[in-house]
Structures are given as structure tokens and as C-alpha cells.
């Protein structure tokens, strides 16, 4: 007992992902253990905590607040300040405050916990198969809320009032549902509906198992998750997978599967000890795994690949469903081509009618549209392809305090991102800025990050590309205020700024930005760049060769004109007489077609993008001449090369012009026609691309670091979504003495690009 006289009040503020995660209760259930009074309490921007007993006695309090914290709580800051006791007479959990401006971190949905999953499958339970189970420690949180304090009338669960024992259970400190504003069951909870694809109920009270049923029997099923609706059916069912790519029109880019559990993803995958901690995380994203031959996921699922994108149930519709069929299921986003996921039912009957042939509804409304996230591990860290669910909208952690910006992202894979104080709040996924359902969701998405956590930017940053819609909107927007800043930012700068500030570094490095594209500041298209770089400018120090794109956009699209182009450049015209296997594809007007534009320099932009050499190298080979998705022809190149091996490499050459080093690959083109002559198989010519691009990396940044004397490197680009060039070449750079920087928090490839533009713009 504390002794009269000899009591104190702490007053305690609990700064990070503190509400949603059980934060309350077990500040409640610690000041009841010490038997200490006082009180607990959100804000708008923090735990608010009075509390008071001896010195003594308060210390143990706070030292288990911060090391024993629930398991989603992620504690940033607790600052303390004592003062004369105020007399309370008991503990107590008070209302939610808001407050004016202020703002707090919001917790990424979160997997189903085991507690929730026993009580699902538990025939005794009142929430047996009920497939909206959650507790404090898991379930829906950021794609619910509409604002802060997190409290359930700032939710889309506002609409279900909780029954007796729901709220019994929500009242009660002690029970781990305490304050879970998603709480329910199936008396008072949201429900699930089966429809067809003309909106007619098909089931209501047994709706999991009748779809079950329906995807054992090869339908295709559209089923409304934590942030929108995903398309689902058998994997192992080669005919409904085709018609599910078919429907979709994506013929090739790969799908996603969703397995019960760990042993079954094993069954399909080879998994290290650190792919399956990711696996089971709470943040349960898709994994990209390496493909057993055995598996009897079928091919059509990842065509001509070796990786298959792998993901555990994290919900409890997920798990029902999962045990219900016992096979594992294609999961791929609710979509047609590149437009956002669909998240509303009505919304998804009109755009995914023509896809599935039922739907899985629910009535519980999805606030924010939210992806899967896609994650790889390389050498042993996680890298994200795809940040999304379970990840957004956690900050990344800045080295400085930083300005109110807008980074309004790039084209492709579009993510935007706003500072505050030393946080950067890098989206969820938008997608590709192509069509005006994305760019509505765009919009919407920035107006809710700038409402929840009290931002108005005072600098807009964009992308040079002047045809960007990311870019127009960043100019539109600054257009309607007079004191908003405008700031354009390179894109393969932004690039290596936002692998600097992902792994917290300020001081200038070599930066190696390897992309598709990229809105040059000489107005040509760049993208095998390197830099020296750090958060206020950057030199352009070296660069691939400028080549022709003949047709521009059409080139991308079609690898083959790329390769055709970058043949007449280099080897001329007699190049294309040679008996290559890939010009017996192409129609010989096209090619005179061809031939014209580059010598009329008609719709013929120069590149010195490294992304379209790896397109020119498969085309070349005869692997991929025209791709479905972005990348295609590179990825495809990067698997066949995992079927040799050895150190061999091509030749290359580098010039000095006007201080800068450029790269030409004459030798390396000559080289690999004449591997295709002597019959090198491509597997063979393809490994050894591979080594050549990463000894051309490492020798240009070996000769940058001898003038500038800087040993750190910054990887940055779609490109190092190669894994087998990024193993490659982090080993020859580390082995030459070089520091080397690589994505963690944000992707490598055009989604990272927003970051990196926010925090230039700090500095502008």
C-alpha cells in the first residue's frame, strides 16, 4: 500500500499506434495490478494517462507501460511529468477527446489472432463461423475509420448496434474485446449474402459454404474483404484459371494464391525460416516465393515464372472459406486491367459482373480501398514490391522535422505522400494513373490522409513529366492557393532520396536509379542513371547511352521495335539482313517502318533506360517481344537466367563527354548475336547479361567514388525488382568496400517515388 502523504500524479502522454490495439485495457489492468488511481484516455493526438502513488511505485508503472505493451501497440514516445496527488479515489477509463489539430498514428489492418480463430472454429462458441470475429488485436482498422479519435461512431460500425453481450464485453476492462470498435456477432453484426452476377440472393445464412461449393465446382468468385473485393477461384483448375485471366484481360501478369496454412504453402513453395515469419506476421501480405516443381497450382497461375505470390487467410471469411473448399485459391484484386479495387457492393456488381459469376457481400461499409500488400525477402530483410495492407498508413520515420508536403507520386504504381513533424505517410497503392476511377481514388485517398492526420500541405511536389496526371493534379491543386509551393522534382532523383530516407540516411551517396522511365531535366527519357545525390540536389555523373524508342509508348509495349532500334543505331542496317530468329516474327514492312522513324527521328524518343535494354535483350532472344504487363520481358529474361550458371560476362565500353561517363553496349549487343549464332543457349546468354549489368554498375560506381570519395551506394529503380541482379550485384559492391542502401519501407520501383519527392521538396 502507499503510504499517506508520500503519493504523487504522474501525468503521461503515449504517443504511436496506441488506439484500436488494447492500449486502454492494459493501462487499466497495470494501474489495477500496482493499485494505482487515476485515469486513461484518447485524444486526438495520444493516450492521455493520470495516474498516482509513490515514486517508486509509479517507475515500475511506467517501465512495464513501455516494455509490455500490447502486441500491436507500437509505443513512438512516452513523455512523463510528476506532479502533487489530485486524490483519486479509483482508476478509471474515460471518454475519447478530440481536439482541435491535433492528430494521432492509425493502426494498418491487422490478420486474424489465433484467440479470434479458436473461437471461429469452436462449434460451442457464439461465434462459430462467424466470419466478422475481432478483438483488440486484430481485424479491420484503417479501412474503417472515417476519422479520429478512433472511437465507433468515426467508424463504419457505427450502423450495427451492439447487442447485450457484444457490449458487455466492450464495457469490460478486463475482457480483450474491451473497446474493439469493430465488435460484433452474428446476433447484431454485419452478414453475409451469396449473389449472382444480376444481384439476385442466391444465399444468405449458409452463404460461406454454398460459395465454397461453388469454387470447388471451378466458379468465379468476387468476395468483399477488409478493402475491397478480390477475385477468387480453384488454383489448381487450369480452366478456370485461364477463364478468370481471360475475363480479367490479363493474360500473363501473375496472380496471387491464398493457402490455409503454413504446411500448405510449404507443399507449393520453397520457404526460409524468415519468408515464413513473414508469412504468419500480423501484417500477412503475399510473399514471393520460390515455385516447387510439384505443386499442383497450375502454370496458368504465374506463366513463365519461378516465384509464385503466396498469402496465408487474414480474415475470418478467408479461413472459413479456405477450410471449406481445402484448396488453394487464386486471390487477385477486384479489377479490371490497372483500375482501383472495387470496394462497394453496388460498384462491384457494375464493373466485375462480366468477371465473376457470384459475389460474396457483406454489409459492413469499406472506408479507404485497400490492396494486398507484396513483399520479397532478400537477403534477409523484407522488401516491399507493393505497400498496402497491413503496412499503410504506419509512417515512415524522417531524420528531421519535417514541412506540411504533398508528393504527388509518378504515373505508374502511383503512391502519394504528405510529411508532418518527422513522419512521412506514404499511401496505400493507388495504381496506375491511367483512367478516372484512379484518379478519383487518388483524390479521395489524399483528402483522407489530410483530414486524419491534420495536414494542409504548404509545398506541392510532382514529377517533371509534364503528361503525368499526377502531375497535372499537383498543378491544378497549387493553382487554388496563393501560398502553396510548387516544386518539381526529378524522378530518378526522387528515387535514390527515397531509398536515403527509407534507411535514414542524410549524406551524400552514389546513386544507381535503374528504371523503364523517367522524365529526364535534358528532356530526353532516362533511366540507367548515375548520381550523386543527397536530399538538396543532385549531379548526374554518369548514364546509359541514348537509343531510340521507335513509336515511343509503342516500343514499351512491343520490346521487339526496341530491339529493332537499338540495332540500326549500333550495328546498322545490314544488323537486320542477319538470320535472327526474333526478326522472322516481325513483318518486313513494319520493320521499313521502323528503319524510317529512327532515320526521320519521327516519334523516335532517346532513352538511356536500362529497363528498355533488358526489353531489347528478351526480344532479342526471342522471349518476349510483346508484353501484357509492365516488365514483362525483363522478368521473363530474369527466370530463364536462373537456369545457368558461371561469371562469364559481355564486353562494354564507357566515354567521358563534358565530365560525365557514358555507357555504351555496341560490344555487349555484338556479343550476344554472336552467342545466338554459335547456338548459346539463351539461359546461358541471359546469365551472363545479368553479370554484365552488374559489373558495369559496380565499375561506374567504383569510378564515381574515386573523384567524389563517397562509399555509399543507393539502389533505387524498378529494375532491382530483378532479385537475381540485386543479389548480384549488392555482393560485388560490398565485396568492393562499398556501403550499399536498399528498400525496406517503400518500394524500390514508381511506388517509393512519392517519398522521395516530399522530402526534396523540405529541402527546396
Keep these: 500500500m502507499t503510504k499517506a502523504g508520500t503519493l504523487e500524479l504522474a501525468r503521461i502522454s503515449a504517443r504511436g499506434v496506441v488506439q484500436g490495439v488494447g492500449f486502454r485495457p492494459f493501462v487499466y489492468q497495470l494501474a489495477t495490478k500496482y493499485n494505482l488511481k487515476g485515469w486513461v484516455c484518447n485524444t486526438s493526438e495520444d493516450v492521455k494517462i493520470e495516474v498516482e502513488g509513490d515514486r517508486e511505485t509509479l517507475e515500475r508503472f511506467l517501465v512495464e507501460l513501455q516494455g509490455q505493451a500490447p502486441p500491436l501497440a507500437q509505443i513512438e514516445s512516452v513523455s512523463t511529468t510528476y506532479h502533487p496527488s489530485a486524490g483519486y479515489?479509483?482508476?478509471?477509463?474515460?471518454?475519447?477527446?478530440?481536439?482541435?489539430?491535433?492528430?494521432?498514428?492509425?493502426?494498418?489492418?491487422?490478420?486474424?489472432?489465433?484467440?479470434?480463430?479458436?473461437?471461429?472454429?469452436?462449434?460451442?462458441?457464439?461465434?462459430?463461423?462467424?466470419?466478422?470475429?475481432?478483438?483488440?488485436?486484430?481485424?479491420?482498422?484503417?479501412?474503417?475509420?472515417?476519422?479520429?479519435?478512433?472511437?465507433?461512431?468515426?467508424?463504419?460500425?457505427?450502423?450495427?448496434?451492439m447487442c447485450p453481450e457484444c457490449q458487455a464485453e466492450y464495457d469490460n476492462p478486463l475482457d480483450r474485446r474491451f473497446h474493439a470498435q469493430p465488435n460484433a456477432c452474428p446476433k447484431c453484426g454485419p452478414q453475409l449474402e451469396l449473389i449472382d452476377a444480376r444481384g439476385n440472393c442466391v444465399a444468405g445464412s449458409n452463404a460461406a459454404t454454398a460459395a465454397s461449393q461453388l469454387l470447388k465446382d471451378g466458379k468465379i468468385m468476387a468476395i468483399k474483404g477488409l478493402g475491397g473485393f478480390l477475385l477468387a477461384c480453384d488454383a489448381t483448375n487450369e480452366k478456370a484459371v485461364k477463364l478468370l485471366r481471360q475475363r480479367k484481360r490479363r493474360p500473363f501478369k501473375p496472380l496471387a494464391i491464398m493457402v490455409i496454412d503454413i504446411d500448405e504453402a510449404r507443399r507449393h513453395c520453397h520457404i526460409s525460416e524468415r519468408e515464413e515469419k513473414l508469412l504468419t506476421s500480423p501484417q500477412s501480405p503475399i510473399v514471393l516465393m520460390w515455385w516447387k516443381p510439384g505443386s499442383t497450382v497450375c502454370q496458368a497461375v504465374a506463366p513463365n515464372l519461378k516465384y509464385l505470390g503466396v498469402m496465408l487467410p487474414y480474415t475470418p471469411l478467408h479461413h472459413i472459406l479456405l477450410r471449406e473448399t481445402g484448396i488453394p485459391l487464386v486471390m487477385t484484386s477486384g479489377n479490371i486491367s490497372e483500375e482501383p479495387i472495387a470496394k462497394d457492393n453496388d460498384e462491384a456488381l457494375r464493373r466485375l459482373s462480366g468477371?465473376?459469376?457470384?459475389?460474396?457481400?457483406?454489409?459492413?461499409?469499406?472506408?479507404?480501398?485497400?490492396?494486398?500488400?507484396?513483399?520479397?525477402?532478400?537477403?534477409?530483410?523484407?522488401?516491399?514490391t507493393r505497400q498496402a495492407r497491413g503496412y499503410a498508413p504506419y509512417p515512415i520515420h524522417l531524420t528531421f522535422k519535417a514541412k506540411q508536403v504533398l508528393g504527388c507520386g509518378a504515373e505508374e504504381k502511383n503512391t502519394f505522400c504528405l510529411t508532418k513533424d518527422n513522419y512521412a505517410f506514404v499511401s496505400q497503392h493507388i495504381g496506375d494513373m491511367e483512367n478516372l476511377e484512379t484518379m478519383e481514388h487518388f483524390e479521395n485517398t489524399i483528402v483522407l490522409y489530410k483530414k486524419l492526420f491534420r495536414i494542409k500541405p504548404e509545398i506541392i511536389a510532382h514529377d517533371l513529366h509534364p503528361e503525368y496526371l499526377a502531375t497535372k493534379y499537383a498543378l491544378e491543386l497549387a493553382s487554388q492557393f496563393s501560398d502553396v509551393k510548387l516544386v518539381p522534382v526529378q524522378h530518378h532523383h526522387a528515387h535514390i532520396v527515397s531509398c536515403m530516407?527509407?534507411?535514414?540516411?542524410?549524406?551524400?551517396?552514389?546513386?544507381?536509379?535503374?528504371?523503364?522511365?523517367?522524365?529526364?531535366?535534358?528532356?530526353?527519357?532516362?533511366?540507367?542513371?548515375?548520381?550523386?545525390?543527397?536530399?538538396?540536389?543532385?549531379?548526374?555523373?554518369?548514364?546509359?547511352?541514348?537509343?531510340?524508342?521507335?513509336?515511343?509508348?509503342?516500343?514499351?509495349?512491343?520490346?521487339?521495335?526496341?530491339?529493332?532500334?537499338?540495332?540500326?543505331?549500333?550495328?546498322?542496317?545490314?544488323?537486320?539482313?542477319?538470320?535472327?530468329?526474333?526478326?522472322?516474327?516481325?513483318?518486313?514492312?513494319?520493320?521499313?517502318?521502323?528503319?524510317?522513324?529512327?532515320?526521320?527521328?519521327?516519334?523516335?524518343?532517346?532513352?538511356?533506360?536500362?529497363?528498355?535494354?533488358?526489353?531489347?535483350?528478351s526480344a532479342l532472344l526471342g522471349i518476349r517481344?510483346?508484353?501484357?504487363?509492365?516488365?514483362?520481358?525483363?522478368?521473363?529474361?530474369?527466370?530463364?537466367a536462373y537456369d545457368s550458371i558461371g561469371n562469364e560476362s559481355y564486353p562494354y565500353s564507357v566515354i567521358e563527354h563534358d565530365g560525365v561517363s557514358i555507357v555504351q553496349v555496341e560490344g555487349l549487343l555484338s556479343a550476344i548475336i554472336?552467342?545466338?549464332?554459335?547456338?548459346?543457349?539463351?539461359?546461358?546468354?541471359?546469365?551472363?547479361?545479368?553479370?554484365?549489368?552488374?559489373?558495369?554498375?559496380?565499375?561506374?560506381?567504383?569510378?564515381?567514388?574515386?573523384?567524389?570519395?563517397?562509399?555509399?551506394?543507393?539502389?533505387?529503380?524498378?529494375?532491382?525488382?530483378?532479385?537475381?541482379?540485386?543479389?548480384?550485384?549488392v555482393s560485388m559492391l560490398e565485396s568492393a568496400g562499398f556501403s550499399v542502401l536498399t528498400h525496406k519501407q517503400v518500394p524500390c520501383n514508381d511506388g517509393g517515388i512519392s517519398l522521395g519527392q516530399a522530402v526534396i521538396a523540405n529541402f527546396s
Design 89 to 161: 479515489k479509483e482508476f478509471e477509463i474515460r471518454h475519447s477527446l478530440a481536439e482541435e489539430g491535433k492528430y494521432q498514428l492509425i493502426s494498418p489492418d491487422i490478420a486474424t489472432c489465433q484467440a479470434c480463430l479458436r473461437e471461429i472454429f469452436n462449434p460451442k462458441d457464439r461465434r462459430y463461423h462467424y466470419p466478422f470475429t475481432n478483438c483488440t488485436n486484430c481485424g479491420p482498422r484503417f479501412t474503417i475509420i472515417e476519422d479520429i479519435p478512433y472511437d465507433r461512431p468515426k467508424t463504419t460500425m457505427r450502423y450495427f448496434k
Design 355 to 384: 468477371i465473376a459469376d457470384y459475389f460474396l457481400v457483406h454489409n459492413r461499409d469499406i472506408y479507404a480501398r485497400y490492396d494486398d500488400s507484396v513483399t520479397v525477402i532478400e537477403r534477409d530483410d523484407i522488401q516491399l
Design 501 to 617: 530516407a527509407d534507411n535514414k540516411v542524410e549524406s551524400p551517396v552514389i546513386g544507381v536509379a535503374l528504371d523503364g522511365t523517367g522524365y529526364g531535366s535534358d528532356r530526353y527519357i532516362w533511366g540507367g542513371e548515375f548520381l550523386v545525390a543527397d536530399y538538396k540536389g543532385f549531379i548526374r555523373k554518369g548514364h546509359l547511352e541514348y537509343l531510340p524508342l521507335p513509336g515511343g509508348d509503342a516500343a514499351i509495349k512491343g520490346p521487339y521495335r526496341t530491339a529493332v532500334g537499338y540495332l540500326l543505331k549500333l550495328l546498322g542496317g545490314d544488323s537486320l539482313t542477319c538470320e535472327l530468329a526474333f526478326l522472322k516474327e516481325i513483318d518486313a514492312l513494319e520493320i521499313k517502318l521502323i528503319k524510317r522513324q529512327i532515320q526521320a527521328n519521327l516519334n523516335s524518343p532517346l532513352t538511356s533506360s536500362m529497363g528498355r535494354l533488358f526489353d531489347a535483350v
Design 625 to 640: 517481344g510483346e508484353i501484357d504487363y509492365e516488365g514483362q520481358a525483363a522478368v521473363e529474361l530474369e527466370m530463364i
Design 674 to 729: 554472336k552467342d545466338l549464332y554459335q547456338g548459346t543457349a539463351k539461359a546461358t546468354i541471359s546469365a551472363k547479361f545479368h553479370n554484365t549489368i552488374a559489373q558495369m554498375v559496380c565499375e561506374m560506381c567504383q569510378s564515381i567514388a574515386k573523384k567524389t570519395k563517397i562509399n555509399q551506394v543507393a539502389l533505387s529503380g524498378g529494375v532491382f525488382q530483378n532479385r537475381l541482379l540485386l543479389r548480384e550485384l
